[in-house]
């Protein structure tokens, strides 16, 4: 987990993040994403100062290991000065050891959210899930953390004033935010109500707003107007040409579908797997990974 550095803004890993909240169905599956409806409880990480540090980390990500059900695993979280701000060596197990940096000693508020980020790192190391490179990697860690009920810890964890800020993860607090939200439209969650960093409740809302139109592009129903006239252009154009492949700004293309007709395909607006219905009017189609029904006017 990387540590320091200006806090970035924005969302320019959209892409990977939502790679990896489908990536996550496809090797969880539907039911046991529905398994995690319940996120961690802020009483269950918190950390105060008159804890003891050594058995207070180690209660901390034993909660973890117990949110993200990992039976036989046991955390050894240790201390030490270095570059990065925590880092976990993922050995065969069933003890995993977990370094902290020593500057944890005096924000023991973020420990969890540093230990949920490293336990996830086990979680995916055992289901044989990663992404190739280590800034994808980190991506999917920290968007699994999020969509899996401990990520909310990562986004409280960003605080700016006038002088100074701290962020921990790779995802911009944004993009924090929209997992978050993707999540909290999913099993009808108001994560807002466990910040206490005001900056994390702005990046929420503005990953929110990201969230919600995911579900409002074309040919989806709830679209808004100007999308669906956009939308009608392009199909006119695609069932002169009998195909329309990706066009800048929108998610949908148009295939032929045999004898004239079209098929047009778009991302799932919850887990992002492709679909494709008919171009024939109102179509109610199902996601077949994550079963959400999507009402569509192709
Ligand atoms: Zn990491
Ligand atoms: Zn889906």
């Known amino acids: 987990m990387a540590n320091g550095g200006p806090v970035e803004h924005g969302f320019p890993h ?4 939502r790679a990896a909240i489908t990536a996550l169905y496809k090797r969880l599956s539907y039911d046991t994403v529905q398994t995690f409806a319940t996120s961690v409880a802020p009483a269950d990480v918190a950390f105060c100062d008159q804890d003891d540090l050594y058995l207070g980390a180690q209660r901390v990500a034993r909660e973890l290991v117990r949110h993200y059900r990992l039976p036989d695993a046991r955390m050894i979280v240790s201390f030490r000065e270095m570059t990065y701000a925590a880092n976990v060596e993922l050995a065969a197990g069933p003890e995993y050891f977990i370094e902290l940096n020593d500057r944890f000693r ?7 959210a540093a230990l949920a980020h490293e336990v996830m790192h086990v979680y995916l190391h055992r289901l044989g899930l990663s992404f190739p490179g280590t800034r994808d990697n980190e991506i999917l860690t920290d968007t699994a953390t999020t969509y899996l009920g401990a990520g909310w810890l990562l986004l409280d964890a960003f605080r700016e004033d006038g002088v100074s800020s701290q962020k921990l993860g790779y995802l911009t607090p944004e993009e924090f935010g929209y997992v978050l939200a993707k999540r909290a439209l999913l099993f009808g969650e108001d994560p807002a109500v466990w910040f206490t960093s ?7 809302t503005k990953g929110m707003a990201q969230a919600r139109r995911d579900a ?7 679209a808004g107007w100007a999308g669906r006239r956009h939308y009608a252009r392009d199909r006119r154009h695609a069932q002169e040409h009998s195909a329309l492949g990706p066009q800048p700004g929108v998610s949908y293309s148009f295939t032929p579908a045999g004898s004239g007709s079209l098929l047009v395909s778009f991302p799932c607006p919850t887990c992002r797997q492709r679909i494709r219905v008919p171009v024939r009017g109102r179509v109610r189609a199902r996601c077949g990974l994550c079963r959400t029904v ?3 006017d192709t």
Do not use: S, W
């Open 106 to 112: 005096t924000h023991r508020r973020d420990i969890g």
């Open 216 to 222: 409002q592009q074309p040919p989806l129903t709830a």
């Open 14 to 17: 959209l892409d990977t993040v």
């Open 198 to 204: 005001p900056q994390a409740y702005t990046a929420y």
């Open 294 to 296: 999507l009402e569509c």
